[in-house]
């Protein structure tokens, strides 16, 4: 394909998407050099077309058995593949695992200096903290936490990419100290109100299915629970559900291995000598990610309880744990537990506004999952058609609900919520109070065959094809779908209900599918027989 062609494809191949990430300033935070490509490797170069404003910053120097100034040096020329700068690159500094008695700096007091596997207990290598106050920090858990605080209050990103709870410690501490931070920083904050975009660097990566293949490329595939140290649950998350994910479009620009930027990126780690395999697993038709909602009016909301300790209702960390470096991890801290004497716990919550919401969300603790029901009834309190009222609601939390949704459906403003359980030992790990607002960005991508189309070929004799539009949200708009730019004529392609119909002589055509009601929410797809 000349360049002329390819320009015209890449004008072709677009995805309404990305306008949505226009202009915006984006955060990825990972523990290691490399990291960010098994992240964000896939949807970074069209990230980059749309916004210049992208940061990555790197909490640990990556020196367990590696040179952190050669992984330094990789790390930039890896990202300057896709056009972001040395300058929007944070390195923190710290250590990559620790020699300790407590196991793991999450387990040690916030003042205590670890001596990390490397040898270190103090940051170096030009760290954030040195740039910005001029001091370098030992490795405690408080400077750690507040040298993360400091990056995101200081850049106050539109967009946060951050790894969660894989099997690595790192990443697992690097996820659970960013979600106690934000929980600070969001009530901190009054209109601060950024997306933030949960996902996994080795359980959808680096331990990902091998299923590259640059004709059709395959989606994101749910991995083999055999990886998961913990088989009770789908993801590393206990709370993030394989049907919630978030599968983004991605950057198919130029697509076979040895032109695309993925490729070419993280073979600039010469330290991962494996690249090629990697890349197999990582280079998928769609990016997965978990939204974790800030909007969530409870966390400036007032909470009393009957019992327990409240403050773990609203502080944004829904997995916590004691045994950071356990291959399967308890989860079991940051959990509101009523006491054992407290025969009908109840939950006050007062906000400080009467606000319209759309949704309640209970998660309930892992531990109790195969205890009995229980029984919630609320009373809502609020204002409606200018007139104090109120709602009763009764939900049933079964048994393995990891996670319960309600809606509220009534136009209510509420002001207060009174919630009683039948249950003294099921446990709630979070509570969100989602506002009307939209959270999840509006768009729509074309499916043949069961995977997400870009360019997709098709064989000299197939004359039907499965065609599905799938949509970010159930709540959108009606689709319209239609065929342009038909080789060699309109009779040539026919697109009724979920089947593409072809004729022999059918060549290539644009398929396009946009919202009805708001034609900016599009996907364009190339189809084209070989």
Known sequence: MCGKENLLLMELLKNSIWNHFREKSVLIIVPHQDDELFLCGTILGCLRKVTKKIYVAFTTNGDCGNNFYVRKKESIKALSVYGISKKNIIFMGYGDQYKSEYGHMYHAPKDAVLMSKAGFDTTYGNESCMIVNGIQHKYTLDNYMNDMLQIIDFLLPDVIFCNDLDWHPEHRFASLVFDRIMGILLKKRELYYPEIYKGFVYFLGWDGILDYDKSHLENTKKPHRVKLGDKRFEIGNPYFLWRDRIAFPVDIEENFFFKNKLYRSINKYHFSQNAKRFFYSMMNSDAVFWLRETNNILLKASIKVSSGNAKYLNDFVIADTSAITEKIMPFDRSVWYPSSCDKNPKINIELDKATEVSRLVF?????????????????????????????????????????????????????????????????????????????????IKIMINGIYAYRYIINADEDELSV??????????????????????????????????????????????????????????RLIRK
């Open 363 to 443: 998660f309930r603790d892992t531990n109790s999952l195969t205890e009995k029901e229980c029984l919630i009834d609320m009373k809502i309190r609020g204002i409606k058609a200018g007139k104090p009222c109120y709602v009763k609601i009764t939900h049933t939390i079964r048994k393995y609900d990891i996670k319960s949704v309600i809606n509220i459906d009534e136009k209510i403003k509420i002001t207060n919520i009174d919630i009683c359980m039948n249950a003294n030992k099921v446990g709630l790990s979070e509570i969100e109070i989602i506002e009307k607002k939209q959270s999840i960005p509006d768009f």
């Open 468 to 525: 599905y539009v799938k949509k970010s949200a159930a709540f959108l708009d009606d689709v319209a779908k239609e065929v342009s730019d038909v080789s060699p004529h309109k009779g040539a392609v026919l697109w009724r209900d979920d089947k593409i119909f072809l004729s022999k002589n059918f060549k290539s055509c644009n398929l396009r599918a946009y919202l009805k009601n708001n034609k900016q929410v599009y996907d364009i797809v």
